[in-house]
């Protein structure tokens, strides 16, 4: 009777693991997109920026993404004025879970760790670990007819960088983050995150203000990012072929800070939308705004169901300069290509 009860009991787990199994199938995206900026007004702002993706999910709730960005300007950076010197390769690699709902409830879990490492090629290197972990509560806000909450999370997000390459010193940030995303009518979304966070400096890594006079070892910050996103096909060639318009604009970032000093936390730039920032970096950065507006016109084709390319143009208009200048708006032209392949 045990012997029977054993191989009854095996034979069910074995048939809900071959169950299980089958439920999920790895499954991922290859992408890579090249993106080329023009000069904005005086402000020599050309440059080119490859960037690789892979995303792989490679067991349920389990992803794994692996991304390249490398920029460089497309003139030679003499450090003249209103210049912006890129040269940057940042290799990164996340590892992110979800862990479903808690207990009985609707609130979403996921977690997530980060490694990048930063080369800025003027012989300084620096590392950083980015933990994340984000409630998210958006299936107990009503959904009304015109505003639906798709993300309306908490997460508390701790960030450790080190010099790898260069002077010593090592940075901590502790931040806890209010995460949003709204779906409104006629297509159009809202992005709402607000930031508040605190940095502990060592070595290098100390903030100076515009003096030289004063270093900081910490520094208190507050930061909001707003986008409104918009999308529409406007016209379908074919069953493989189609136009899209495209749009995005906001604040990135709006920044405030106790300490009026140059800076560049690392979530500014994780965070931020536009992967290039502002042309020049000057004047009193204790209170400061980017606001940008990027239309888009995409050409897509369908080579496959699991191919894609396309062809894009647009043009960025955004006040160039940060701190107390804040008043250069300047058209940026931009445009590329990019390929992603699913499997």
Do not use: C
């Not at 609130?107 to 997530?112: A, E, F, L």
């Not at 070595?203 to 707003?226: H, K, Q, R, T």
């Not at 004047?283 to 016109?297: C, E, H, I, M």
Request: no cysteine; charged share 15%.
């Amino acid at each position: 009777m045990k012997k029977l009860f054993l191989k009854t009991l095996i034979g069910s787990l074995l048939i809900a693991g071959a169950s299980y199994a089958e439920e999920f199938t790895p499954n991922g995206s290859l992408g890579f997109t090249q993106t080329f900026y023009g000069n904005a007004g005086k402000y020599k702002t050309e440059s080119s920026h490859p960037s690789a993706v892979l995303s792989y999910n490679f067991a349920k709730d389990w992803n794994i993404s692996l991304q390249w960005d490398r920029v460089w300007n497309m003139y030679d950076y003499n450090g003249g004025e209103n210049q912006q010197d890129n040269n940057f390769s940042g290799p990164k690699a996340t590892l992110s879970y979800d862990h479903g709902m808690i207990e009985n409830s609707k609130i979403k879990w996921t977690s997530s760790l980060m490694v990048e490492n930063e080369a800025e090629f003027n012989g300084t290197n620096q590392t950083y670990v980015f933990a994340q972990t984000a409630f998210d509560f958006s299936e107990y806000i009503p959904k009304g007819q015109y505003v639906q909450a798709t993300q309306f999370a908490i997460s508390p997000m701790y960030i450790y960088g080190w010099s790898t390459k260069g002077p010593a010193g090592h940075v901590n940030t502790g931040i806890l983050s209010l995460l949003t995303n709204w779906q409104l009518p006629a297509d159009f979304t809202f992005t709402f995150n607000a930031y508040a966070f605190r940095e502990w400096y060592n070595g290098s890594f100390e903030i100076s203000d515009y003096s030289g006079e004063n270093s900081y070892n910490s520094a208190n910050y507050f930061m909001v990012l707003a986008w409104l996103g918009y999308s529409k096909e406007l016209y379908k060639f074919n069953n493989q072929t189609s136009l899209a318009f495209n749009f995005t604009g906001g604040f990135d970032p709006y920044i405030s800070s106790n300490r009026s000093a140059v800076w560049d936390p690392f979530i500014v730039g994780n965070q931020m939308y536009e992967w290039l920032g502002p042309a020049v970096d000057s004047g009193n950065n204790k209170n400061s705004y980017a606001v940008f507006a990027l239309p888009q016109l995409e050409l897509t084709y369908n080579y496959t169901d699991d191919l894609s390319f396309s062809v894009f143009a647009q043009v960025k208009y955004s006040n160039q300069v940060w701190g107390d200048t804040e008043k250069d708006w300047k058209l940026q032209p931009q445009g590329g290509v990019s390929v992603t392949y699913d499997f």
